[in-house]
């Protein structure tokens, strides 16, 4: 209990906030009539296409012309099936979008659970074009943590023993099992997880050097989260770190998935790819309706 006080006060603060970079100036070169790459947006756990108005009405004031396709497949409750059939029924959907799109590419902007399919997308697509992956809020090193969601799915469990669950193939039968990543049953978790544990190579994956490939065919990655969101249990996932087995954090470059390059993410920042935002005051269904989170941390990537 101590420990958790302890790591809680400290997961308050942002570490060393990345400054803002001022673009103001390429903005005014642009030429208004040029056209900007194709937007894919993939939601989250128990929201829909609906829930992407703002956002949609912010790329349209700033970058109008912009063809954003907010795919509308496993809405609501759907949005609890495997990440596997996820991942597989959103590449037939996007598969189109890509080949219209040709060699310019597009983006994918990815929001909360929707960044974990997106990385099975990207790792599992070897003829993707994908320009821009911005991941938003997204669990990418799993989820641990007491959460409304928790509460309301599973109520007879709470974070300390849902690993009993998560870990047996029906538990696996939802997607937050794909990605509950318990610190204190992490041998169980490597057993189990059907979904983070070989997109990671926590598990030995006969496919990871191929995955790393399609991943790197990316040619920069935008993280946002922040320390108010109070979903992402540690907020510090949406940025590729997560605990360890005393729940200390440990970030990024901590990681075994980023010192082994297990699928590339320590290629892609090593060339400057990886850009990491850390947004103070943001709850974690304001992250795509936030005009501010869009101008300062999303447009100008969005090009
Ligand atoms: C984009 O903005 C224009 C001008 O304000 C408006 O007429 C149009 O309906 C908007 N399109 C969408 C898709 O929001
Ligand atoms: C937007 O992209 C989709 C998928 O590539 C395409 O079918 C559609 O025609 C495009 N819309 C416009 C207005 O260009
Ligand atoms: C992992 O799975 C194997 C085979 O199913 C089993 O024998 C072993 O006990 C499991 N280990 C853990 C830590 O769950
Ligand atoms: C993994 O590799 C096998 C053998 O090359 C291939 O058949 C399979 O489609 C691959 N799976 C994924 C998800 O890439
Ligand atoms: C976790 O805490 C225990 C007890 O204080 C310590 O022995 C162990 O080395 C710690 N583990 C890590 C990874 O720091
Ligand atoms: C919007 O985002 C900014 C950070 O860019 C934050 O300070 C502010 O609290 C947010 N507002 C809401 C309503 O979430």
Redesign the pocket.
């Given at each position: 209990m101590a420990g958790q006080k302890r790591s809680s006060s400290m997961t308050r603060l942002c570490p060393l906030a990345l400054p803002a970079i001022c673009v103001s100036v390429l903005v005014w070169l642009v030429d208004p009539t040029a056209s900007y790459k194709?937007i894919i947006v993939i939601h989250g756990l128990f929201d829909s296409s609906a829930n992407f108005k703002n956002l949609l009405a912010y790329i349209n004031k700033s970058h109008p012309g912009t063809?954003v396709?907010v795919v509308d497949l496993f809405d609501s409750r759907q949005s609890l099936d495997p990440l596997w059939k996820q991942v597989q029924g959103f590449r037939e959907a996007i598969y189109?979008?890509m080949q219209?799109?040709g060699s310019d590419g597009v983006h994918l902007l990815c929001y909360s659970q929707g960044g974990l399919i997106c990385r099975g997308l990207l790792q599992t697509m070897p003829d993707h074009n994908v320009d821009t992956f911005i991941s938003l809020s997204s669990p990418q090193l799993g989820q641990y943590g007491d959460t409304d969601y928790l509460r309301y799915l599973f109520p007879a469990y709470v974070k300390a023993n849902l690993f009993r669950l998560c870990y047996t193939r029906y538990g696996q039968t939802y997607s937050i099992c794909n990605f509950w990543n318990d610190p204190h049953h992490h041998d169980m978790y490597v057993n189990a997880s059907d979904f983070l544990a070989p997109l990671n190579s926590d598990r030995s994956e006969p496919n990871a050097t191929e995955w790393k490939k399609n991943f790197l065919r990316l040619r920069r990655l935008v993280l946002i989260g922040g320390p108010d969101d109070g979903v992402i249990t540690p907020w510090q996932s949406s940025h590729f770190g997560f605990f360890d087995e005393n729940e200390t954090i440990l970030e990024m470059k901590a990681q075994m998935v980023y010192q082994k390059d297990t699928f590339g993410l320590q290629t892609l920042d090593y060339h400057g790819a990886v850009t990491t935002y850390c947004v103070p005051g943001v709850l974690h269904t304001q992250w795509h309706s936030n005009e501010t989170v869009f101008k300062d941390y999303m447009e100008k990537w969005l090009t």
């Open positions: 194709p063809n396709t189109p979008i219209n799109a």
